[in-house]
Nanobody, 123 residues
């Protein structure tokens, strides 16, 4: 089992940047595919980005490609999301999630979740 804690959210103007970080407990962090999801105000939670167990593969939703970068540091048990060129539509609560399944596994395999961190982008 793994526990996840996010940090780094906040208020930023359009075009600004934020870096979210998620730290995981436990000694088997490298066993998990890691991902970031978000829940915009009044909407359902949606997938944002994921990174493979090795860190060698990443995948993003189209709306954040070229602006967001997911990375992991297994020595520190962290997964980060660097967000650049932020837009008001990026406003959401962002969640870190972990799955023991492989890189292409369905989103319902993410069994471990953090508590979320708020990102607000002002226009």
């Amino acid at each position: 089992q793994v526990q996840l804690v996010e940090s780094g959210g906040g208020l930023v103007q359009t075009g600004g940047s934020l870096r979210l970080s998620c730290i995981a407990s436990g000694r088997t962090f490298s066993s998990y595919t890691m991902a970031w999801f978000r829940r915009p105000p009044g909407k359902e939670r949606e997938f944002v980005a994921r990174i493979s167990k090795s860190g060698g593969s990443t995948y993003y939703i189209d709306s954040v490609k070229g602006r967001f970068t997911i990375s992991r540091d297994d020595a520190k048990n962290t997964v980060d999301l660097q967000m650049n060129s932020l837009k008001p539509e990026d406003t959401a609560v962002y969640y870190c999630a972990a799955s023991l399944w492989g890189f292409t596994a369905p989103h319902n395999t993410y069994a471990y979740w953090g508590q979320g961190t708020q990102v607000t982008v002002s226009s």
